[in-house]
């Protein structure tokens, strides 16, 4: 079946630090793949996405790449602000238009 | 985006009782998801909610139990039957919206339920 699995947090980072938080997965098929962001006290909501290999979704200075030979999509950005805190999933759909979501990664960012 | 909107946003049940969650959607459309996702733990699909049809539901989950209702294009709701302390999460109701097969979704901010 498909999954997904996300590095285990929480992540701590000082302000201005780089951030990886790693996904892979295992699915039938080529997925799509996405990152999404719960704020505290707000809904999950899209970050990024990518629909095929080696596409990089991008949005508000985070990056993640499609790359099927390893079949990961890590999440990256340059510089995580405070307002970067919240917990991020990495989460995959074959086609079904319904979601496997990762565990969750909690990120913390310190000024 | 879609605007969705959950009733209630919270509420403490007694073992043993059945709670209706509402799932109101701001536009017409033709598939709507519900999640759950336990405390601490990531979001899992309960059923696929189309209209005209009964629910598909997942491997672990059954319609006795999240029994669904989906009357029109813009509504629907997951009743949680015979509540157990195990049931206690937050509830999700969920939309796709863009292209047909993009994946994705947009999100209710959740009914937490606490049963006692």
């Known amino acids: 079946g498909n999954s997904v699995t996300q590095m285990e947090g929480p992540v701590t980072l000082s302000e201005e630090a780089f951030l990886t938080i790693n996904c892979t997965y295992t699915?039938?098929?080529?997925?799509?793949l996405f990152w999404y962001v719960q704020y505290p006290g707000e809904g999950l909501q899209l970050l990024l996405k990518a629909t095929k290999a080696d596409d990089k979704g991008s949005n508000k200075g985070f990056e993640a790449t499609y790359r099927k030979e390893t079949t990961s999509f890590h999440l990256e950005k340059g510089s995580v602000q405070v307002s970067d805190s919240a917990v991020y999933f990495c989460?995959?759909?074959?086609?079904?238009?319904?979601?496997?979501f990762g565990s969750g990664t909690r990120l913390q960012v310190q000024p | 985006s879609a605007v969705i909107s959950q009733k209630p946003s919270r509420d403490i049940c007694q073992r043993g009782t059945s709670l209706t969650i509402q799932c109101q959607v701001d536009?017409?459309?033709?598939?709507m998801f519900w999640y759950r996702q336990q405390p601490g733990q990531s979001l899992t699909l309960i059923a696929t909610?189309?209209?005209?049809?009964?629910?598909?539901?997942e491997s672990g989950f059954v319609i006795d139990k999240f029994p669904i209702s989906r009357p029109n294009l813009t509504f629907s709701t997951l009743t949680v039957s015979n509540m157990s302390p195990e049931d206690s999460s937050i509830y999700l109701c969920?939309?796709?919206?863009?292209?047909?097969?993009?994946?994705?979704?947009?999100f209710g901010e959740g009914s937490r339920l606490t049963v006692l």
């Open positions: 989460a995959l759909d074959t086609g079904r238009r319904a979601l496997t």
């Open positions: 536009s017409q459309v033709t598939m």
């Open positions: 909610a189309n209209q005209g049809s009964e629910a598909t539901y």
């Open positions: 699915a039938t098929g080529y997925p799509s």
């Open positions: 969920s939309v796709e919206r863009g292209a047909l097969g993009t994946g994705e979704l947009f």
